[in-house]
Structures are given as structure tokens and as C-alpha cells.
């Protein structure tokens, strides 16, 4: 399969890629104790991270894009980067250490699904357009608020909060890695299974009851579970923006609208971007570390653009 040859090449080359490139001057000459340290302790972890938040953000944004209808759906669209933003500048405007920042960004994500949830009338059944202007409003909320937060803060703290809010990979390590992989992998199954439902719903209501397809359960599982797997993403390394709305829209141009192939293939391509705009922002302006979502949008926008303009035609 083609996406197993693109993930497999932007691994091998995320992990050579840096400030320092180990292996520049062949593998077995530079693998001295200092270059397995850099390799083993600090690269192969961030690509680690880097694939399982991009598979976590691919699957849930061509989750939503198909459930919802929506072209433009992407799994920020029900307020959980906003709900997490704002949760993390608070935690870090308090001064708490890094994990209980980590944990704050968690339970805003999950404050944000909820008031979605509440305000969007869940008890009255799924309704699309309803939901995502609630999380609009709801992400539009939570950003303003957090300019202020930011406009409050001391220049010592402002540099950490922009950066958390434009996404880090570094600093996910241990448990905390194996969690978000096993999130991933749990994510992928999920997609995998329910790929079926996924595609019935794509066409329509009445196909996908025709099919034998309860609609409205498989959407309101499908954002869900979208919605749990984006905060998990968050939460581990900041808002990274765009990847969930651009790697489904690639994978469709490149494997067809089929869930089975398409929904693994974005999987593929959401982790590929995380990782080469990750290899980017540890290269570029080496040694200044940049943040990850600056790379990401310049992948994303143009898809944006792209998709705008093929649609008002």
C-alpha cells in the first residue's frame, strides 16, 4: 500500500532529521554513546508522538467531515482546543507544573464537549448544523478568553503559553507515550470497525437506514469518540491546527472515498505531517526550536483555500 511506503519513509527520516543529523555521516560511524542518547532519548519519542497525535487528529477529522457532511469539519469544531487553550494559560498563569498543565487542558477539553453537548440539545436528537455552531460559538468563547488571559500574563510565562498553544511534541515520555499510542491504535480500530457505518452515513440518512445503519447512534458515536481523541491529543502537546481538516481531504484525492482505505490512509497522512513539520521545526532555525503548528499550516491552508474555491465553483 502506498501510504505504508510514505509513513514508513517519513519515520526513517523524522528520526535522522535535527539540529544534528545523526547518521549524515553514516549510520554505524555516528552511533557513538552521544548520538544513541540523542537517537533513542529524545528522537525516536517525539516521533513516537508525533505519529499518535497525527493519527488521533486524521481519524477524527475524517470522522466528523463524513458524519457531519461537512467539508470543512475538523476536530477542533466542537470547541475542544479552545476548552483545553484556555484550561492550560490558566494552569500556567497559576504556576502549576507541567502535569497538572497537562491534566487542566484534559478536563477543559472535556468541559467543552460537554457544554457543546448541552447547549447544542442532545437529549433532542443529533442535529448537524446545530452542533457545529455551537462549537463554533463555544470555540470562539473560549479564545477570547484566553487572549485574555494571555494579555494578563507576565513575559516570562507569555513565550511557554504561545508556545504550548501553537503545539510541542518534546516532553512526552514514559507512560505518557504509551498512553497516546495506545489512544491511537485504539482510534485506528475504531475507525477500521466502524468504517462501514462511517461511509453509509457519508451518503445520506435514508441510504445508510436502507443499509442497516441507525444514523443517528453511529454519528453521535463517531463525534464522540472524535471529540475524546482530539482532547487526548491536546492535552499530551497543544493545539496543532489544520491536520485533522487537510490529511482527510489528501487521502481521499489519493485513495478514493472508500472509509476502509480512506480512513487508514489519513491515519497515515495525519501522522506524516506531524512528523515532517515536526522535523522542520527541530531543522530549520536549528538550534531555536519553533512550534509545530506553524508547519502544519502551511500544509493546511492551502487544502482550505483549495477546498473553498473548488466549492463555490
Not at 113 to 130: C, K, P
Request: some cysteine.
Amino acid at each position: 500500500m502506498v501510504w505504508r511506503i510514505i509513513l514508513a519513509l517519513v519515520i526513517v527520516l523524522a528520526a535522522f532529521a535535527g539540529s544534528t543529523w545523526v547518521g549524515s555521516t553514516g549510520l554505524l560511524h555516528t552511533l557513538g554513546p552521544d548520538a544513541w542518547t540523542l537517537w533513542w532519548e529524545i528522537r525516536v519519542p517525539r516521533v513516537a508522538t508525533g505519529a499518535a497525535v497525527g493519527t488521533l487528529l486524521a481519524l477524527s477529522g475524517a470522522g466528523m467531515q463524513s458524519v457531519l457532511r461537512n467539508p470543512l469539519a475538523d476536530p477542533y469544531l466542537l470547541g475542544t482546543a479552545g476548552g483545553a487553550g484556555l484550561a492550560a494559560v490558566l494552569a500556567m498563569a497559576f504556576k502549576i507544573p507541567a502535569p497538572g498543565v497537562e491534566l487542566a487542558a484534559f478536563g477543559g477539553a472535556l468541559v467543552a464537549i460537554l457544554l457543546v453537548a448541552a447547549f447544542a440539545g442532545a437529549r433532542r436528537g443529533f442535529d448537524e448544523q446545530r452542533v457545529v455552531l455551537v462549537g463554533v460559538a463555544a470555540g470562539a468563547l473560549f479564545g477570547a478568553a484566553t487572549n485574555v488571559v494571555l494579555a494578563m500574563a507576565d513575559d516570562s510565562e507569555l513565550r511557554g503559553m504561545i508556545f504550548w498553544l501553537l503545539g510541542d511534541l518534546g516532553g512526552v515520555e514514559g507512560w505518557r507515550l504509551v498512553g497516546l499510542l495506545v489512544a491511537a491504535l485504539l482510534a485506528l480500530l475504531w475507525a477500521c470497525l466502524d468504517a462501514r457505518a462511517i461511509d453509509a452515513i457519508a451518503w445520506g440518512d435514508a441510504i445508510a437506514r436502507d443499509l442497516g445503519v441507525d444514523a443517528s447512534a453511529a454519528r453521535m458515536r463517531t463525534v464522540a469518540l472524535a471529540a475524546f481523541a482530539t482532547a487526548i491529543a491536546v492535552a499530551n502537546v497543544g493545539a496543532i491546527g489544520f491536520v485533522g481538516f487537510a490529511a482527510p481531504h489528501i487521502a481521499r484525492r489519493l485513495f478514493g472515498a472508500d472509509a476502509r482505505i480512506a480512513l487508514p490512509g489519513a491515519a497515515a497522512l495525519g501522522a506524516s505531517v506531524v512528523m515532517l513539520a515536526d522535523a522542520c521545526a527541530r531543522t530549520l532555525a536549528a538550534p531555536q526550536l519553533l512550534p509545530v503548528g506553524v508547519f502544519t499550516a502551511l500544509i493546511g491552508v492551502p487544502v482550505l483555500l483549495h477546498q473553498l474555491i473548488r466549492g463555490s465553483r
